[in-house]
């Protein structure tokens, strides 16, 4: 069956639940479309402690009024978002061609750098996010859609995010680095391991669902996750969205696939894929099921039987979706559940890894109009099932999108289940607790009141091979962890970047201050130079605009009609000023962009908002006009091309009276008079979706325009008010193209930002090169300039850039181990100072000391982030029980980034101890100890002091706002036990916040704890 995106249903139409459903499944893509029901409102406080209605599935700071739409950030807009980023690109075919990602990344120009200097995009965080429930889910990042632990070593963990990669930790999560950006492919699913050979992983690409653009085949790693390269041929359907990949447990090169669709190349159509297996380590494929499967398995106690769950079985007459088993490594399928429902979508399966005749399958449907979720159990193996209803046991909210099943590994009655929240049950599935509480079961959504632990938006889990009860997730706010089996749940983001920006606004005279709307990590603020951001308006965050005239005012939207004003930079919320009713559409099916086109005109505070009309206001958005009456500004309705809404607008800087509009299918419109006379000035363009339109800043006769789509040029010019068009794409690779901007230094530069990155054009659009260095070919959806010349650059994935000069250096640093250096004996658990050089031909930046117990295998960390000109380290050994040989490794970092390390040219021995360790810490607060008063968004610097007679493994810190009496806020878990200091950047806290302190706990080697709090109070304000 042939699986399609219908042009004709862009509008926002809303539709049941159980069409969305239908239509999700059957054919997959085929527009599906926005839940319309209207839960109950309820109250909650913003960020800034303002009292304010809130939506169900939304995590807006604010709600419209009654009669607006409801159905927010999730179940609904998850549909909605997927067919905004779908839509554009395939415009006006039904279809995006054939790999066209992989292909305009080949076929891009070609970079000529200076041999001497060089301009780089250095990140600027996110990195992490202060979240809007700050106190629940503590710091944030972008979607990860799977994670992996090796099983072999679990301090290595692999993540793989929605649009940014595949990034690898080496110290249990703690810190991560990205491993995947040489590729073309960020869009991650699955990754994993082989049981038989850690050292070899996989990665299947391509974003769940409708995303399958982004990801094209099969990554490999043969280093536990270090490099990668794309190892699947053309027997594997590319571009596809890969569901899981399964290892043969005793083979690495046997590899098992369930691939749920990919794009075919007789026409570019997307259709359901199935199940493929490889005998070559993933290079060639080979397909023995069609459909569309949901989830893969194998039974632990047997390689050859496989297990595959599929929401529709082609090829095969009379075959039922449901579940399928193999018992001859996937060659022959047979039936062994079959779904009861007329529609599926979803079925996850779960096999207990300590009895593998109990399996689960957590599953969805609807019987007729009868919807229905249920866990079925089989305790022989999977012949026989009993059901149990859900309804009223566990939160089922956007079921077919994020849903996972899991059996913890030594006991087969605990399962963890993942929708929305996090699910435990301790009894085989008939009594269930909410662990991470975002939601009620009613659907309600309130993370403060109901006491939220995690991010929700659940998407991966998994269990430690050493330790089950401390086990890693993965959701929509990046990845927490939680050491007891899902009580509490603690951060990992600190060194994660991976924000999905859909806009970004630059302040006009305060350098330090940047804003952008991301994918469900709400609005964002940067203030400073610190890569750390704060969430100040929650859910989906679109474009944002800041007042010239008052910088301090900043006008965020969310999605569809919504639009808010904030005072302060931000910290102040006023008002609601675009609901569907201001903007005259009905609340149920508003005829509007899901991100809508909103802007400025960097002169004075005029706003613009776009419907399918254009909105002017000139008080700060209390009032709004229509200067063109009712004059529809795009095509229209159509029962052949659609329904088309505004998609850009582009206002003159220097006479604000020439504005130009852009529609999603194509159609740009001009005025001279402010909006109240128009002209078509189409002619000579390509029938492609409009992304963005720039006046020239003292120029306002010439206007350039970028549109999305495939086949056509990407960048046009006008001289003369649009009354002619020039295609000056030049050598620009066939790519969307999404934003553009004039260097504010120099006209004839000009730089856009493309699906694969930046492209520059010295020559005025004569000729293009490529501009991506020390950018991943990600998706960049905004370029912005500010004031002083200085260009930034938001991706969707992989955070926010800034553009900067630098030297070009490719020297790495010059590194030599003095001692401990091979033949030293150390007695366990002294102190031993680690003594090296470093030197490089510009400076060293930072350092990191590593350990080694198995003569150079592998490392753990024993000091991070050392100053470049330290050149000894006092470090504590390990207590070992038996005499063990040791190496220190030394590693050192450069301001380009060029790494050098040198290790113990020998083993040193570590001899074993025989004292047992029970004196705990010692640890004494120093700063803020009572008195101070701390500024919300300032950045703090937390000191101690702390020692063990032995070693000292780690740090936490909490934060208590009722005087000592409960600390419910983590600030930071697991710092080094050489650290003695921490830089806080102080989050806003609903409520009053005179009675904080500060408490620090110090954890010794062998286990020992003791904390110490401030002596007194200190104030937030």
Request: glycine fraction near 10%.
């Amino acid at each position: 069956m042939l699986l399609h995106l219908n042009r004709s249903r862009y509008a926002l139409v809303l539709l049941s639940t159980c069409f969305l459903f239908q239509t999700l499944i059957n054919p997959i893509f085929a527009d599906t479309q926005r839940n319309g029901t209207n839960p109950r409102q309820k109250m909650r406080r913003t960020p800034q402690g303002h009292s304010v209605p809130v939506r169900k599935n939304s995590r807006g700071p604010v709600k419209p009024p009654t009669q607006e739409r409801e159905g927010g950030e999730f179940e609904a807009d998850i549909e909605a978002r997927d067919r905004w980023f779908w839509f554009e690109r395939a415009y006006p075919f039904d279809s995006i061609p054939e790999d066209a990602r992989r292909r305009a990344w080949e076929a891009r120009p070609r970079t000529r750098f200076s041999p001497q200097v060089t301009q780089q995009w250095v990140p600027i965080g996110p990195k992490p996010t202060f979240s809007g429930f700050y106190s629940n889910w503590g710091e944030t990042s972008g979607r990860i859609n799977v994670l992996a632990i090796s099983p072999e070593n679990s301090q290595i963990v692999l993540v793989g995010g929605a649009t940014g990669g595949v990034w690898r930790s080496a110290d249990g999560g703690r810190q991560f680095t990205p491993v995947t950006d040489d590729q073309i492919d960020l869009a991650v699913n699955t990754i994993v391991f082989s049981p038989s050979n850690p050292s070899i992983v996989y990665a299947g690409m391509g974003d769940k669902p409708g995303r399958r653009y982004l990801g094209s085949g099969v990554l490999k790693s043969t280093d536990a996750g270090q490099t990668w390269k794309r190892v699947s041929n053309t027997t594997l359907p590319a571009p596809g969205q890969m569901a899981r990949i399964v290892v043969d447990p005793a083979n690495p090169d046997r590899v098992y696939a369930a691939q749920y669709t990919y794009t075919r190349p007789t026409d570019s159509v997307s259709v359901a894929s199935g199940f493929y297996l490889s005998t070559d380590g993933g290079v060639n494929w080979r397909k023995t099921l069609n459909g569309l499967p949901f989830d893969l398995d194998r039974d632990p106690a047997n390689s050859q039987t496989l297990f595959l769950s599929l929401a529709r079985v082609d090829g095969v007459q009379g075959a039922s979706p449901g579940l399928y088993k193999s018992t001859d490594g996937g060659e022959t399928w047979a039936n062994v559940y079959r779904s009861p429902y007329t529609s599926m979508y979803n079925m996850q399966l779960a096999i207990a890894p300590s009895n593998t005749r109990r399996m689960y399958l957590l599953t969805g449907g609807f019987t007729g109009q009868s919807n229905d979720y249920r866990l079925e159990t089989s305790n022989d193996g999977g012949q026989s099932w009993t059901p149990r209803n859900l309804t009223g046991l566990i939160d089922t909210g956007q079921f077919s999108y994020n849903n996972y099943l899991m059996v913890e590994p030594t006991n087969p009655d605990v399962l963890f289940a993942g929708t929305r929240d996090i699910f435990k049950s301790l009894d085989a599935g008939k009594t269930w607790e909410n662990l991470t509480r975002n939601f009620d079961l009613q659907g309600g959504y309130d993370p403060n009141r109901f006491g939220a632990t995690s991010h929700p938006d659940q998407h991966s889990f998994a269990f430690d091979p050493k330790n089950p009860n401390r086990i890693l997730v993965g959701n929509d706010g990046g990845l927490s962890l939680s050491e007891n089996s899902g009580k509490t749940f603690v951060s990992l983001n600190q060194t994660l970047t991976l924000t999905m920006f859909v806009s970004l606004a630059a302040h006009p005279t305060n350098a330090g201050i940047v804003y952008g709307g991301t994918q469900d990590n709400g609005t964002q603020r940067r203030q400073g130079s610190a890569g750390i951001w704060q969430e100040f308006a929650s859910g989906d965050g679109g474009n944002c605009v800041i007042d010239p005239v008052d910088p301090t005012k900043v006008y965020t939207t969310y999605v569809y009609t919504s639009v808010y004003r904030f005072g302060s930079n931000g910290d102040r919320f006023e008002r609601t000023i675009g609901t569907s009713s201001v903007f005259g559409e009905p609340s149920d099916s508003p005829r509007v962009a899901f991100y809508p086109p909103f802007t400025g005109n960097g002169v004075n505070s005029n706003l613009y908002f776009g419907t399918w009309r254009l909105f002017i206001s000139t008080d700060q958005g209390n009032t709004w006009n229509v200067p063109g009456g009712n004059l529809d500004l795009t095509k229209g309705v159509s029962q052949t091309t659609g329904t088309d809404v505004l998609n850009a607008i582009g206002v003159s800087r220097s006479n604000p009276s020439v504005i130009f509009t852009g529609s999603v299918q194509g159609r740009v419109m001009a005025t001279n008079d402010a909006g109240r006379n128009w002209r078509d000035v189409t002619p000579g363009l390509p029938n492609r979706t409009i992304r963005s339109l720039v006046i020239h800043p003292t120029k306002p006769e010439t206007v350039y325009m970028t549109v999305s789509g495939f086949g056509t040029g990407h960048v046009f010019r006008t001289t003369d008010s649009g009354g002619t068009w020039n295609d000056i794409s030049g050598n620009l690779p066939n790519i969307p193209t999404n934003t553009l901007l004039l260097d504010p230094a120099n006209e004839n530069t000009i730089y856009v930002g493309t699906d694969i990155g930046v492209f520059r054009s010295i020559t005025g659009g004569v000729t293009w090169e490529t501009f991506n260095q020390g950018l991943p070919p990600v998706l960049v959806s905004a370029l912005v300039a500010r004031k002083d010349g200085s260009i930034l650059a938001a991706t969707y994935g992989r955070g926010a850039y800034e553009l900067k000069t630098i030297e070009t250096d490719d020297i790495a640093p010059a590194v030599n181990v003095i001692t401990p250096n091979g033949g030293e004996d150390l007695p366990a658990a002294s102190q031993t100072t680690v003594k090296w050089t470093s030197t490089d031909n510009v400076a060293v930046v930072s350092q990191n000391l590593d350990l080694s117990t198995d003569g150079g295998s592998s490392f753990t960390p024993l000091a991070g982030g050392l100053a470049g000109n330290v050149q000894e380290f006092s470090i504590n050994l390990p207590i070992v029980k038996e005499t063990t040989p040791a190496r220190i490794r030394v590693s050192a970092l450069d301001a380009a980034g060029n790494r050098g390390s040198d290790t113990s040219d020998g083993d040193f021995m570590i001899t074993a101890s025989s004292v047992k360790d029970t004196t705990p810490p010692t640890v004494r607060v120093l700063a803020p100890n009572g008195g101070e008063k701390l500024k919300v968004g300032s950045t703090v610097q937390l000191t101690w002091q702390s020692s063990d007679d032995v070693q000292l493994a780690r740090h936490d810190i909490a934060l208590s706002t009722d005087g000592g009496a409960t600390y419910p806020f983590i600030v930071a878990a697991g710092l080094p036990g050489t650290a003695q200091s921490f830089a806080y950047v102080v989050p806003t806290f609903s409520g009053k916040t005179k009675a904080v302190r500060i408490r620090v706990m110090a954890t010794d080697a062998a286990g020992n704890s003791t904390s110490d709090a401030s002596d007194g109070n200190f104030k937030i304000k």
